[in-house]
C-alpha cells in the first residue's frame, strides 16, 4: 500500500480556504484516494474520493496533478465545525488489503 | 452513504470483565469491517481484519485470544474484549468496507469507548 504523508497540523481562520496537502509517491496504477474526517470520540466520515484531476462535491474539492504523487483537499470557506482531523488514504478498488491510518492533519479554524 | 451501527457507545466495566462490542452494516452488506482502537489525540490503530464466515486476521502485537471478532454474517461483527483490563481502556471503532464505480470506500462506526476500572 502507497505510505501517505501529511502535515501533522494546520491552523485558520473561519472563512478562510483550506488546503491540505497529502503526499504519495508510491501510488499505484489502481490506487484510488480518498479523505476521512474526524471528530472527537466519534469515528472518521467520508468526505472525498477521486482518481485524477479534479473532483468537488458539496463538502469540499479535490485536487490531483498528472503524477498522482500527491493530492490536495481544498475546503472552502472554512467554520468552527471544520475543526477536526483530516486523514488521506490511498488503497486500490479491490478487495483483499487492508486499510492503515496515517497520522492525519489536525485542523484548527478559530475565529 | 452507508450507515455502520456500532454499540454500545460507551462502556465502563470493572477488570476482569468482558465486554462485546457490535457492528452492523445497515443498508449495505460487508464482507469485510475492519476494527480499529485509537488512543487520545493519536490516529486509528488496525486491531484486526473480519472477513465474513472466515477467521479474523490479527495485527502483529494484537493478542487473538484476548480481542475475539466473529463475523457471522454479512451485516454483523462483533468484538469481544476478553478479560478486560484497565490497559485495553480505550476508544474502539469499525468499519465496512463497500465499494463502488468510485473505489473503495468506508463507512465507520460511530465508536465505543471503554474504561476498565
Known amino acids: 500500500l502507497a505510505k501517505t504523508t501529511q502535515p501533522i497540523s494546520m491552523d485558520s481562520y473561519e472563512g478562510q480556504e483550506v488546503n491540505i496537502t497529502c503526499s504519495h509517491n508510491?501510488?499505484?496504477?489502481?490506487?484510488?484516494i480518498t479523505w476521512y474526517q474526524q471528530f472527537p470520540s466519534q469515528g472518521p466520515r467520508f468526505i472525498i474520493q477521486?482518481?485524477?484531476t479534479k473532483v468537488t462535491n458539496e463538502v469540499a474539492s479535490l485536487f490531483i496533478p498528472a503524477d498522482r504523487k500527491s493530492s490536495t483537499l481544498s475546503l472552502p470557506r472554512v467554520s468552527l465545525s471544520d475543526t477536526a482531523v483530516y486523514y488521506c488514504?490511498?488503497?486500490?478498488?479491490?478487495?483483499?488489503?487492508?486499510?492503515?491510518f496515517g497520522a492525519g492533519t489536525r485542523l484548527f479554524v478559530k475565529a | 452513504g452507508a450507515v455502520v451501527s456500532q454499540h454500545p457507545s460507551r462502556v465502563i466495566c470493572k477488570s476482569g470483565t468482558s465486554v462485546k462490542i457490535e457492528c452492523r452494516s445497515l443498508?449495505?452488506?460487508?464482507?469485510?469491517m475492519f476494527w480499529y482502537r485509537q488512543f487520545p489525540k493519536q490516529s486509528l490503530m488496525l486491531m484486526a481484519t473480519?472477513?465474513?464466515?472466515?477467521?479474523?486476521?490479527?495485527e502483529q502485537g494484537v493478542e487473538k485470544d484476548k480481542f475475539l471478532i466473529n463475523h457471522a454474517s454479512l451485516t454483523l461483527s462483533t468484538l469481544t474484549v476478553t478479560s478486560a483490563h484497565p490497559e485495553d481502556s480505550s476508544f474502539y471503532i469499525c468499519?465496512?468496507?463497500?465499494?463502488?464505480?468510485?473505489?473503495?470506500?468506508?463507512?465507520f462506526g460511530s465508536g465505543t469507548q471503554l474504561s476498565v476500572l
Open positions: 468499519s465496512a468496507r463497500s465499494f463502488d464505480p468510485g473505489g473503495e470506500k468506508l463507512f
Open positions: 473480519s472477513n465474513e464466515g472466515s477467521k479474523a486476521t490479527y
Open positions: 443498508d449495505f452488506q460487508a464482507t469485510t
Open positions: 477521486g482518481y485524477k
Open positions: 508510491n501510488i499505484a496504477t489502481n490506487d484510488y
Open positions: 488514504l490511498v488503497a486500490p478498488n479491490t478487495g483483499g488489503f487492508k486499510t492503515i
